[in-house]
Structures are given as structure tokens and as C-alpha cells.
């Protein structure tokens, strides 16, 4: 993507051309034709941030977009040849899905991999509770979050209730600009004395994050919290749920905002739960639109991130290995040996798609700038994430870094090098590390973002189209 005004440069010019590498804003590249697909791609992609604010939301918004475009269960097929497309759900909250090559597993698959959770208030099991004439929720954070960013802001209620019946009941509340929403409510500045003075971790603590949730009592004053009681009225009338279901069951609270373009130019979108929707997006829309080719094309969406990959939906699972051994056996018509096993896994190259921090200029002291992605400047890549030094990450082999990097220059997709802020900054991790210790070769691929795990967090339009050309990209020509 150089500029072509090699006719005008200095011999100087022309060699620092040669031996130098810059990263270059993306825009001075964009024609018409190229904007008006930038906007579409993101008002699709809005759309499905609004459908799909948790894990199981976004796995269900996935399915029905797979089986749209003719991927089958893998559970209800016994057999699988090539050209097969396929998907296998992990509980819901996970999901493996592939487009079959005409190659052997075992020469390897080309995965994208990223999670689909995002940081937010859970319901405490025992949550609903009266005070002084007011009804809450007890909620336990999520994840990394600042927890002064949930004080009065617009929430919603998203999850399932089993009842005492084992029926399942799906609450979905504070979307619909008819529903009501919920919030934390912050105390007024003018008696604020204490919060300002207070150091940040201290000014909102984990148990002040309780959610405003109603306040007219039931009417018999003969009963002892009859503001629960009121409240727990109105859960039954309209769910036919008492608060046992609600213990066992499983709600979160998250933003009530819609996705939404941001600027006046409209260049940027915010939303919350671009961390990590836009990369589990971008690989499906990718996965959709490749051209299959000889090896099996993966997109792997994980669950439980943002709290460390464990349990049985998160990237530490084995089901995503059954998964893979599941389809390799149906592959093959038999159970592949632990060889096979080995190869396939050793032969393996994927991207784990998660995004990374954009520069940010309020921020300046936090970041190296030299290695930090620019939004606008194209699709994110960090060699390793991690923290201190380089703990806890997969730091990728100089072998893959170059071939992905070259792959993408192929074909024109626009990437820089960018890594989470300064050293002994802080750090975070994505889902690469699980890979990698099982033997595939992994690299860091997504969008820079900004105001990264906040209730809106903002990317660029540009960075999300051109993610979605690199995973695109890759699946159609990664050997
Ligand atoms: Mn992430
Ligand atoms: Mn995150």
C-alpha cells in the first residue's frame, strides 16, 4: 500500500523507502466504493452487537446465522466428506464450526479463534433484597472492569431462570425501548467529599455495585420485607418464577445501550462488548464468505475469557479438542490414532482474533507508541500479550509472524505490530496461549480498540472491515 510518488523522491527518500517500515493511515487508501462496504459491514455487525450481549446470545445469533448458510450439526451426522460445512455447539455458551477441505486433518486446520463473553455484573446466586423501602440486585463483577463506570449509566438484564420445574425461561429486559431499565445509582456531587478524595479503587467497592431494581411494597403490612415481596409478585406474574429460580439461575447485567456510530463523520462505532464480538464476528463473516480451499477452515468461539479460559465452555476446555476429533473421526470413518492427533494439532495455524488497545491520546504516558496500533492503521497484531516479562503468554514463533504478516501484504491487508501499553503497565491475555500449548502455531490478530472494557467501548469502522479481510484472507490462502 505505498504511495506511488516514487518519480518525485530524493535518492534519500527513495532508500528510506526501501529500508524503513512505517504503518500508514488507512483512509488516504479508501475510494468510494470500498467506504459505502465499510458501512455496511458495521451497520451488519451493529445489528448482531444488539443481539448478542452475552455468550449465549452471540452463540445462538451464530447458529442461526450458520445454519442459514448450510452448516449442520456435527452431532447429527455420521459422516463428514469435504466440502462439508459443519458446526458443533460447546453448552451453548462455545461453538466450533468449519468449512470441511479437501485435504487431511492431519496436514493441519486453519483456525480464527476468539471468546464471545465480555466483562459485566453477574447476579449473586442469593440477589434480590430490600433496603430501606427499595428493592436490588446483588451482583458479583465479571471480569475486569472499573467499577465506577456502572454507576449511573442505562442497564439491562440479560440470562436464563430454571424453574423448580426444570423449564426454561429466557429474561431479556431493558432492550426494547418499551422495557424498563435498571441502574447503580452514584451519590451527588455536593456531598461527594469523601468519593473525591478517595483513591479510585476505593471510590465504588464490589459490594456497592447493587442494581435498583423497584420499590412499591406489596400492600398486606402484616408481611416482613414486603418490598421483596412486591417485586418477587411482578417476577412471578410475568415469568412464573419465585426467588429459589432465581438463585439457580443465571443472569447478568449489562449496558442497555444500543451499538451506535460515533463521530461526526461517522468513522468509529461504540458499543459495548466489542472485546471480544467484533473479532468472533468478523472470523464468522469470514468463515461465511471464504472460498473453501484445501485445508478445513475453524472458527472457534470461546466462553469465559475475561475470567481466564477455565471451566468446561472456556478455551481451556477439551471439548474443543472432542470437537475437532469428533469431526476428524468423520472424517476418517474411524477414531484417528494419537499420531494423527499430533500432526493435525502440530499442523495447525491459527489466529487467535482478539483485540488489542488503540492508542489513546489522553491517555499518552500509559503507551509506548512505537509498539501500540493506531486505529485507522489496519488490522492489530501482537507477537505476545501478557505481562511483566512476557508471563503468561504465547509468544509466536518469528516463523508464523512472518508468514501471516507476508500473507496479509499479498494480499493487501493493511496490519501493524501493537502490544497492550507499557511494560509493567499492567497486561491482559487472549485465548492464545491454550492453543499454543497444544501445539498449534498462534499469533494475536484483531482490532485496536479504545476505552477497551468500558460499558462503550469505540473502534473504527476502517480496523473492523480490514480484520474481516485478514481473517478472510487467511483462510483462502494460508498454506
Ligand atoms: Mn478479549
Ligand atoms: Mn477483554
Known amino acids: 500500500m505505498a504511495k506511488d510518488n516514487?518519480?518525485?523522491?530524493?535518492?534519500?527518500?527513495?532508500?528510506?523507502?526501501?529500508?524503513?517500515?512505517?504503518?500508514?493511515?488507512?483512509?488516504?487508501?479508501?475510494?468510494?466504493?470500498?467506504?459505502?462496504?465499510?458501512?455496511?459491514?458495521?451497520?451488519?455487525?451493529?445489528?448482531?452487537?444488539?443481539?448478542?450481549?452475552?455468550?449465549r446470545e452471540f452463540h445462538d445469533y451464530t447458529v442461526e446465522r450458520l445454519e442459514k448458510a448450510g452448516f449442520n450439526n456435527l452431532d447429527e451426522l455420521n459422516q463428514v466428506k469435504a466440502g462439508d460445512k459443519i458446526y458443533r455447539t460447546v453448552h451453548g455458551k462455545g461453538l466450533m464450526a468449519a468449512?470441511?477441505?479437501?485435504g487431511a486433518m492431519e496436514d493441519g486446520l486453519l483456525i480464527v479463534g476468539s471468546h464471545i463473553d465480555s466483562p459485566r455484573l453477574d447476579l449473586k446466586p442469593y440477589s434480590l433484597y430490600e433496603k430501606n423501602d427499595m428493592?436490588?440486585?446483588?451482583?458479583?463483577?465479571?471480569?475486569g472492569i472499573k467499577k465506577y463506570?456502572?454507576?449511573?449509566?442505562?442497564?439491562?438484564?440479560?440470562?436464563?431462570?430454571?424453574?423448580?420445574?426444570?423449564?426454561?425461561?429466557?429474561?431479556?429486559?431493558?432492550?426494547?425501548?418499551?422495557?424498563?431499565?435498571?441502574?447503580?445509582?452514584?451519590?451527588?456531587?455536593?456531598?461527594?467529599?469523601?468519593?473525591?478524595?478517595?483513591?479510585?479503587e476505593e471510590l465504588?467497592?464490589?459490594?456497592?455495585?447493587?442494581?435498583?431494581?423497584?420499590?412499591?411494597?406489596?400492600?398486606?403490612?402484616?408481611?416482613?420485607?414486603?418490598?421483596?415481596l412486591g417485586l418477587l409478585e411482578v417476577l412471578h406474574e410475568k415469568y412464573g418464577i419465585t426467588e429459589r429460580d432465581l438463585v439457580t439461575g443465571e443472569l447478568s447485567v449489562v449496558p442497555a445501550t444500543k451499538a451506535r456510530d460515533v463521530g461526526f463523520d461517522r468513522s468509529f462505532i461504540g458499543a459495548y462488548g466489542h472485546?471480544?464480538?467484533?473479532?468472533?464476528?468478523?472470523s464468522l463473516m469470514a468463515l461465511l464468505d471464504a472460498k473453501p480451499g484445501q485445508k478445513t477452515q475453524v472458527i472457534l468461539l470461546t466462553d469465559k475469557e475475561e475470567v481466564g479460559c477455565d471451566g468446561n465452555t472456556g478455551a481451556k476446555s477439551k471439548l474443543y479438542y472432542f470437537a475437532f476429533n469428533e469431526l476428524h473421526a468423520k472424517l476418517l470413518g474411524r477414531e484417528p490414532n494419537l499420531f494423527e492427533t499430533q500432526r493435525m494439532l502440530e499442523n495447525s495455524k491459527m489466529l487467535s482474533s482478539d483485540v488489542t488497545s488503540a492508542y489513546d491520546p489522553d491517555f499518552d504516558d500509559v503507551f509506548e507508541k512505537m509498539n501500540t496500533a493506531f486505529c485507522n492503521y489496519g488490522v492489530g497484531v501482537s507477537k505476545y500479550t501478557g505481562s511483566g516479562g512476557k508471563v503468561e503468554t504465547s509468544?509466536?514463533?518469528?516463523?508464523?509472524?512472518?508468514?501471516?504478516?507476508?500473507?496479509?501484504?499479498?494480499?493487501?491487508?493493511?496490519?501493524?505490530?501493537?502490544?497492550?501499553?507499557?511494560i509493567d503497565e499492567g497486561g491482559g491475555g487472549t485465548i492464545a496461549l491454550h492453543y499454543a500449548n497444544a501445539g498449534m502455531n498462534v499469533l494475536d490478530?484483531?482490532?485496536?480498540?479504545?476505552?477497551?472494557?468500558?460499558?462503550?467501548?469505540?473502534?473504527?469502522?476502517?480496523?473492523?472491515?480490514?480484520?474481516?479481510?485478514?481473517?478472510?484472507?487467511?483462510?483462502e490462502y494460508a498454506k
Open 445 to 475: 490478530v484483531g482490532v485496536p480498540l479504545l476505552a477497551m472494557h468500558s460499558c462503550f467501548e469505540v473502534c473504527s469502522k476502517l480496523d473492523v472491515y480490514n480484520t474481516y479481510r485478514a481473517y478472510k484472507a487467511f483462510f
Open 99 to 102: 468449512v470441511v477441505g479437501e
Open 275 to 282: 472485546d471480544d464480538r467484533v473479532c468472533a464476528y468478523t
Open 6 to 55: 516514487t518519480l518525485k523522491q530524493s535518492a534519500g527518500q527513495k532508500l528510506q523507502d526501501k529500508l524503513c517500515f512505517t504503518y500508514e493511515n488507512q483512509w488516504d487508501y479508501i475510494d468510494t466504493e470500498t467506504e459505502k462496504a465499510v458501512h455496511e459491514f458495521s451497520k451488519e455487525y451493529a445489528k448482531a452487537l444488539d443481539l448478542g450481549k452475552t455468550e
Open 149 to 200: 463506570h456502572w454507576l449511573s449509566t442505562q442497564l439491562a438484564v440479560h440470562g436464563v431462570v430454571f424453574t423448580k420445574d426444570g423449564e426454561k425461561i429466557r429474561i431479556n429486559v431493558g432492550e426494547d425501548e418499551n422495557d424498563p431499565v435498571f441502574t447503580i445509582t452514584d451519590i451527588l456531587p455536593h456531598i461527594a467529599k469523601k468519593q473525591r478524595e478517595a483513591k479510585a
Open 395 to 422: 509468544d509466536a514463533n518469528a516463523e508464523y509472524f512472518n508468514e501471516v504478516t507476508r500473507l496479509f501484504d499479498e494480499h493487501k491487508v493493511p496490519w501493524q505490530a501493537g502490544v497492550l501499553g507499557r
Open 135 to 143: 428493592t436490588f440486585f446483588k451482583t458479583h463483577y465479571y471480569g
Open 204 to 228: 465504588v467497592t464490589a459490594e456497592m455495585l447493587n442494581v435498583l431494581i423497584g420499590s412499591k411494597p406489596h400492600p398486606d403490612k402484616e408481611v416482613k420485607e414486603r418490598f421483596k
